[in-house]
C-alpha cells in the first residue's frame, strides 16, 4: 500500500535515509510531495537537470577538447569535485560496515553542492569555450556518480522530469 501511495523510488530512499538500528518516521506527505523538499525529487532532479545540460551543449564544444580541469577554479566547482573524491571512500566504508543510511546522505550532499554550483556558474558560455568544456566534464561526472548512487538503493535516475 505504501508503495502505491507514493512511488518506489520514495519509499526506498525515506527508508534507506535512517541507520536500521534507529527509529524513523515515515512522512506521507513529503514522500508524496514533487519539490525541493522531498529528498529523492531533490537527488533525482539534479540528475535530470544535469542530462538537461549535457543535451543542450550537444554541438557546443569541440569532441577533441575533453576540457582541461584546472579551469575549474570557482569556489563551487572545487567544493562540488571535493564532494565527488569522497565516492570512493563512501562505497568502501558502506561495503565493511553495512551502513546503507550513507548513500541517500551522500546524494543529498552531492545534489546541493550541484545546485550551489548551477546556481552562481554558468556551464555553457559561448565567450569561454574552454571553461565551457571543463564544466561539461564535470558535469558528465556528477551525473555518473548520481546515477550510481541512485543505482545502488534501487532507485530511478530519469533524464527528464
Known amino acids: 500500500d505504501l508503495i502505491d ?3 518506489c523510488d520514495a519509499t526506498r530512499f525515506f527508508f534507506l535515509m535512517h541507520s536500521a538500528d534507529t527509529h524513523m518516521t515515515f ?4 514522500a508524496k ?12 532532479y539534479a540528475h535530470a537537470r544535469i542530462a538537461s545540460i549535457l543535451r543542450k551543449a550537444e554541438g557546443t ?3 577533441e577538447t575533453a576540457g582541461n580541469i584546472e579551469l575549474l577554479k570557482h569556489p563551487k566547482e572545487r567544493a562540488l569535485v571535493f564532494e565527488l573524491l569522497k ?4 562505497i568502501e ?5 553495512y551502513a ?12 546541493d553542492k550541484f545546485h550551489s554550483f548551477y546556481n552562481d556558474c554558468k556551464v555553457i558560455d559561448e565567450t569561454n569555450p574552454e571553461l565551457t568544456a571543463a ?15 541512485l543505482r545502488l538503493m534501487g532507485i530511478s535516475a530519469p533524464d527528464k522530469m
Open 27 to 30: 512522512d506521507m506527505d513529503l
Open 93 to 97: 566504508e558502506v561495503s565493511k560496515n
Open 61 to 63: 564544444t569541440k569532441s
Open 87 to 90: 565516492f570512493p571512500d563512501l
Open 135 to 149: 564544466r561539461l566534464e564535470l558535469m558528465k561526472a556528477v551525473q555518473i556518480v548520481l546515477a550510481e548512487v
Open 33 to 44: 510531495e514533487r519539490s525541493e523538499k522531498n529528498p529523492v525529487y531533490y537527488v533525482q
Open 100 to 111: 546503507v543510511h550513507y548513500l541517500p546522505q551522500y546524494a543529498i550532499g552531492l545534489a
Open 5 to 7: 501511495e507514493v512511488g
